[in-house]
């Protein structure tokens, strides 16, 4: 896991009536910024960047925390706030110890997150019944045998779980999903020199467009260019993936799946894939909601949708499906799966059920 | 295999081709020629039968009618004879359906979603690519448009853009393509599923003094790839 100094800023957290938080936010990364490029925001008040390059150059982590101390303390005073700074490996430890002020050696990183209170996970429903069950601190929930956990609290608690071991870098589902990628690219930096082809050397037109892509990624950002590349599945509809320019391994670099659904599907397949699938509701003429029962077959016939973000109704005109998933068995809601859907403007649509409700999940434009 | 994969020996290792392979592995086009050639099934599509170098077309189509499979389509050919290709601005393009409709993923470059940066990243790959297929995200400033027209003819590219109103590229481009009508094949009420679909385009040419054109088209067809549909 990537070795990550965390700062966190509480007085810039909320935001205030004149919005003088934000500038100031914006003061701070710039500031960081100005000794290591790399400087990721989390949230208002929370910025993480690399530890490994800033370390090495600055001789040693306690340097490069004194320094971000030194560096910032004027700002900090002026807004009235505190600044903690931590370091330690993966995002959820790194904020961990900002909090707790501290720099957490490599290897030590399971020891620290035992003391932390369950809380710490962010998921009220989870601590509250741990503290019911007597788990007050991580290391106590992280003691419980996985499987357990899987039934009982479902897929999400066991990602909690392997976070409370030390085994994932962070939790999900709160921060801005393609922070994972932007921060895995912080570690692949664009290649220096041209990488050859299939063909063992490469031709001007391949320098050509790799300069103009690599020229693109120093203006918007590494993460911006992507190229596609062989995904290891089974299923034809994972064959490609879309990940950066320039990551060295599909294993390093947080690809972006391309195809969430399996390939029961047949072709053709969407060409827009959407990815966060917004809710969506499938109704029939009576305004009866429209669901997949655990036979596999749709409750009725639907005659209309609606997409969470968009105003309109559409009228459902043809549909095909539903196909069913291949389902987790420890899932609390078990069946999941996909419903093509033409609507009065001829538009093609997939739509998928899970969690007991529609998803869209592609556009067939 | 594909573009800028990290080779699995250390470079050198590679053993060197034989020179008859090396031969014909080169692209099959010539950098001096002034067309970029489309499928052939699809070439009635274009006046002349291909996109002439340096030239803007605009596909317009309201989300969901195919316009962006369109788009693909006509970048296919070239991307399978080694031009380099490039797509901006697709949010979340769906890799597979794109390879379904052939296009030869290893040449393409994605910036799929560019945000504020989307005509500067359109711009700098239309240097380096010969097809750009731009989704621009709203309606384009006069003054971006001018820009990646003149950008595109100085550069000898071809650049497609995909919107889904008329008005969203403000300048006239040498070649329009509306897509209207449209409709699915294959599916019923819960049976069957997705399998053709059959869209009819209008093309005009600003050049030429006759009418537009009209085409049916299967996008995709039963076998993948578009086809026409007369």
């Not at chain 1, 100005?34 to 340097?63: D, K, L, T």
């Not at chain 2, 599509?45 to 317009?60: D, E």
């Not at chain 2, 006759?210 to 995709?220: D, G, I, V």
């Amino acid at each position: 896991m990537e070795r990550l100094v965390a700062l966190w800023c509480p007085g810039l957290s909320e935001e205030g009536p004149r919005g003088e938080e934000v500038r100031a936010f914006d003061r701070l990364l710039a500031l960081v910024r100005e000794r290591c490029p790399f400087v990721e925001p989390i949230r208002r008040g929370v910025a993480v960047f690399p530890a490994r390059a800033p370390s090495r150059f600055f001789g040693g982590e306690e340097a490069v925390v004194a320094m971000v101390r030194e560096d910032l303390a004027s700002l900090c005073q002026a807004q009235g706030t505190a600044l903690h700074v931590g370091i330690a490996d993966g995002l959820f430890a790194a904020l961990c110890a900002a909090k707790a002020d501290v720099i957490v050696p490599t290897g030590t990183t399971q020891a620290f997150l035992r003391d932390l209170p369950i809380t710490s996970l962010r998921r009220s429903e989870l601590a509250v019944l741990c503290q019911r069950l007597g788990l007050y601190r991580l290391g106590q929930f992280a003691d419980l045998p996985h499987d357990r956990v899987l039934e009982r609290f479902g897929t999400d608690g066991a990602h909690c779980h392997r976070v409370a071991r030390g085994e994932e870098g962070d939790l999900v589902g709160i921060r801005d999903p393609s922070i994972h990628q932007r921060l895995a690219n912080l570690y692949e930096a664009p290649p220096a020199s041209v990488q050859p082809t299939f063909f063992g050397g490469t031709s001007a037109n391949d320098e050509r467009a790799l300069r103009a892509a690599l020229r693109v990624q120093r203006r918007l950002g590494a993460s911006y260019v992507q190229v596609a590349r062989e995904a290891f599945g089974h299923d034809p509809n994972e064959r490609a993936v879309l990940v950066p320019l320039g990551s060295h391994a599909i294993e390093q670099a947080t690809a972006r799946r391309t195809a969430p659904w399996p390939g029961r599907l047949p072709s053709p397949s969407p060409t827009l894939v959407v990815e966060t699938p917004p809710p969506a509701q499938l109704l029939d003429d009576d305004g009866n909601v429209v669901r997949v029962n655990v036979r596999g077959l749709l409750s009725r016939s639907p005659t209309r949708y609606v997409v969470d973000g968009s105003p309109h109704e559409h009228r459902v005109v043809a549909w095909a499906g539903p196909w069913p998933v291949a389902t987790r068995w420890w899932e609390a809601r078990r069946f999941r799966a996909r419903l093509q859907v033409v609507n009065d403007a001829s538009e093609g649509l997939l739509f998928g059920f899970e969690h007991g409700q529609w998803w869209l999940l592609g556009v067939y434009d | 295999m594909f573009a800028f994969s990290t080779p699995s020996r250390p470079l050198g290792a590679r053993p060197p081709l034989p020179e008859q392979l090396k031969e014909r592995a080169k692209p099959v086009f010539s950098a001096s020629s002034r067309t970029i050639d489309v499928d052939p099934a699809l070439q009635t599509l274009l006046p002349r039968g291909a996109f002439q170098r340096g030239t803007t077309t605009v596909l317009i189509g309201p989300e969901g009618s195919g316009a962006t499979s369109l788009g693909i389509s006509l970048m296919a050919h070239a991307s399978s004879i080694g031009h380099w290709c490039g797509v901006v601005g697709a949010q979340d393009p769906g890799v597979a359906a794109m390879k379904e409709l052939g296009l030869d993923v290893r040449r393409v470059i994605f910036v799929p979603h560019p945000r504020a940066g989307w005509a500067d990243a359109a711009a700098e790959l239309l240097d380096g690519v010969d097809v750009l297929l731009l989704c621009p995200p709203r309606n384009v400033p006069f003054g971006a448009a001018r820009r990646l027209m003149a950008r595109a003819k100085e550069r000898r590219s071809v650049l497609l853009v995909r919107t889904t109103t008329p008005t969203q590229w403000p300048i006239v481009p040498e070649v329009t393509m509306s897509l209207t009508t449209s409709s699915w094949q294959g599916v019923g009420h819960g049976d069957g599923y997705l399998t053709a679909r059959r869209v009819l385009v209008t093309v005009h040419g600003r050049r030429d003094a006759s009418q537009p054109t009209e085409r049916w088209l299967w996008l995709p067809s039963r076998h993948g790839a578009a086809s026409m549909a007369e």
